[in-house]
């Protein structure tokens, strides 16, 4: 099993920045990629931005230039800095860890609100 806990949500004022962490922890031999993903009322859950173990990195169109996605493999834990933050950032964020062979896992979430 692999256990995924998330820090760092909260108010902001548009403007603002924040930043997300997640900590992995259990049965992880390889990870093939980690990720943040957002919910936001009423919407489908979509990809804000991913990292794979060799440090490649994918964002959606809506954050580049604003969000940076990092990851410390030795600790297992993918940070994400939010700067710049708009209203429409407002939703449920999820860490995602994605193992080789091993099935793919998700965080309890952690909620980001943006004021205007």
């Known amino acids: 099993q692999v256990q995924l806990v998330e820090s760092g949500g909260g108010l902001v004022q548009a403007g603002g920045s924040l930043r997300l962490s997640c900590a992995a922890s259990?049965?992880?031999?390889?990870?093939?990629?980690m990720g943040w993903y957002r919910q936001a009322p009423g919407k489908q859950r979509e990809l804000v931005a991913a990292i794979t173990s060799g440090g490649r990195t994918n964002y959606a169109d809506s954050v580049k230039g604003r969000f940076t996605i990092s990851r410390d493999n030795a600790e297992n834990t993918v940070h994400l800095q939010m700067n710049s933050l708009k209203p429409e950032d407002t939703a449920v964020y999820y860490c995602n860890i994605d193992l080789i062979l091993a099935g793919n896992y998700w965080g309890q979430g952690t909620q980001v609100t943006v004021s205007s």
């Open positions: 259990g049965t992880i031999f390889s990870i093939k990629a």
